[in-house]
Nanobody
Framework: QVQLVESGGGLVQAEGSLRLSCAASGRTFSNYVVGWFRQAPGKEREFVAAISWGGGRTYYADSVKGRFTISRVNAKNTVYLQMNSLKPEDTAVYYC?????????????????WGQGTQVTVSS
């Protein structure tokens, strides 16, 4: 089992920044791919970003590429999502997830463990 806890969400104005954290406990965190997903009211959950076991490979949705950066510090069992130039359309609940697949990182069903989510609200 892996337990995931997100933090760092909040209310920010457009063009502002936030850094989300995903803290893990349980099984060896460095064995897992970690992804960030988000879900806005009335919309399906969508892929945001993912990072490989060792952090050498990162993946981004087109909508956040160039604005968001995912990183991990395995010694701290933590993955970060730095979000810059935020837009109102980034408003959503953000979830981190852990899984073992390195080939389906954009697919939510490939992840085995999920956090409870953290709300990000971007005002215009």
């Amino acid at each position: 089992q892996v337990q995931l806890v997100e933090s760092g969400g909040g209310l920010v104005q457009a063009e502002g920044s936030l850094r989300l954290s995903c803290a893990a406990s349980g099984r060896t965190f460095s064995n897992y791919v970690v992804g960030w997903f988000r879900q806005a009211p009335g919309k399906e959950r969508e892929f945001v970003a993912a990072i490989s076991w060792g952090g050498g490979r990162t993946y981004y949705a087109d909508s956040v590429k160039g604005r968001f950066t995912i990183s991990r510090v395995n010694a701290k069992n933590t993955v970060y999502l730095q979000m810059n130039s935020l837009k109102p359309e980034d408003t959503a609940v953000y979830y981190c997830a852990a899984g073992i697949s390195q080939t389906r990182v954009t697919m939510s069903h490939a992840y085995h463990y999920w956090g409870q989510g953290t709300q990000v609200t971007v005002s215009s």
